[in-house]
């Protein structure tokens, strides 16, 4: 424990850790927040990216280790009051834990190789509770890395790394990447690219999933533009059987993403 | 356009209305609120479902075919100024339309009877967004009917009714049914019942989706409890490939619908 508890909202090292709740501090000082027990249990698996920890008295008994890990790791571990933690956590009820972490999104040369499978892009996702659900998803259905393009929300937005329940720090994350040269990579890679559409001619019943696919996702109202669809391979809608117009963007994501996991793995079977 | 534009949030017209956002009210009522021309039109395509509706200048004339369609039904339509509808309506951005409407959920015997393949059973179900998913990927996923526990939230909370995105109007919803009887007479009909839940022993790849199906979901937070659990005929996971804990419960949800759908039309076109 450094220091004694913290209780001032206004004081210098609360206010550096509170303004990374916006986006433009987050890129300047190329750090985020994550909150709760879960979330920092998983960035502490990563080597160096927790850069200091708060805790209220209450988290730091309950979550004991957590905080032992994070002081092995070298974090110092602030001590904080139960309206320190109201004023940087974003969620009504806190857990008591929060870290700051530095980023953990590489490269798309990183994230996206010819070993790859199964890759998640978000293009024009903008709602960030949906992209941390996608994220998460991806991670739950095996994906090798997801790609966040330049027109996508912040994957370190406080409600993305909340949904993303740790997945964030599970497997490889790019951004900011223009829609257009995430494409060419995937492609270059050997992955066929597959834009999730209402558009789409064929549905996924109807496409052979078994070889390594990028899912191109889009915005949550109106899907994708038409230039994007047109870089990808093929249009492919989820079919929908009963009355409903379509499915939220996240359910969409998770039936692609799990069809093609089960298709490579029965493919992977049989071959 | 009955009457002249109510202008007053304290008219008993707009409180009337108002009060339809608390559940003691919708169930005294047997009433509650649609938000939207998406919700509005769906409900207009069931006879004496729409009560009255609210309609500011600006909507009225964007979605003329829908106030029409309201006065044909036999709906009084009443001008809302831009304050009256913002207190009415539960979103940031009201779209300007809004429903006075009926309860529309039927009996357990009409929701569930020997003809259906496909239902869902949210029990424990607590967030109403992730309800009105799940009730919208049901529809989507052609599930015959969708049964809410007394458990479970209210359908016909604001949330709910918005993130159905229109589906409550569309398949048969029963309510505040108990989870034994719920299961039963899912039996009866015929179909096998199906907990979705991290402990399953088997996943989603070992079981035979082909025959009908009853999938009954769980809280988000921990699943579905044992003496439920019990009363299924099996329990069953979606499998995770990657390092996530767990799906949220609406992807996981969409995952298993989509597998019923998907084996029960495969197995109809090889039957």
């Known amino acids: 424990m450094a220091g004694s508890e913290l209780t001032n909202i206004k004081s210098p090292r609360v206010k550096a850790a509170r303004r990374l709740t916006k986006r433009a ?8 927040l994550a909150e709760g027990p879960q979330a920092v249990r998983e960035a502490l698996t990563l080597d160096g990216v927790v850069v200091e920890l708060f805790a209220t008295a209450e988290a730091e008994l309950r979550h004991a280790d957590i905080v032992a890990a994070a002081t092995a790791a070298g974090a110092p ?3 904080a009051s139960g309206e320190v933690m109201a004023e940087l956590a974003q969620t009504v ?7 700051v972490c530095r980023f953990v999104h590489v490269p798309l040369e990183t994230a996206v190789t010819a070993d790859a ?31 966040f393009t330049d027109a996508s929300v912040d994957p370190y937005n406080g409600k993305c790394v909340r949904a993303s329940a740790g997945s964030l720090f599970h497997l490889p994350v790019s951004t900011g990447v223009p829609v257009s040269r995430a494409v060419e990579r995937l492609k270059e890679s050997g992955l066929r690219v597959l834009a999730a559409d209402g558009a789409g001619d064929r549905t996924l019943d109807d ?24 870089l990808t391979d093929e249009v492919v809608r989820v079919p929908i059987y009963g009355r409903a117009e379509s499915l939220n963007l996240a359910t969409a994501a998770a039936v692609c993403l799990y069809a093609s996991a089960r298709s490579q793995r029965i493919g992977s079977v049989l071959g």
Do not use: C, K, Y
């Not at 501090?25 to 985020?32: A, P």
């Open 117 to 147: 499978r199964l890759v998640a892009v978000l293009a024009h996702v903008r709602d960030p509770g949906n992209a941390g659900t996608v994220l998460r998803t991806a991670d739950a259905a095996g994906a090798d890395s997801v790609v």
């Open 25 to 32: 501090f987050r890129d300047r000082d190329r750090s985020f």
């Open 77 to 79: 571990v602030f001590r």
């Open 207 to 230: 496409v052979d999933l078994s070889a390594p696919t990028a899912w191109v996702f889009g915005n949550e109202a109106w899907g994708l533009p038409e230039e994007i669809l047109r």
């Open 93 to 99: 009820t806190p857990q008591g834990l929060l870290a």
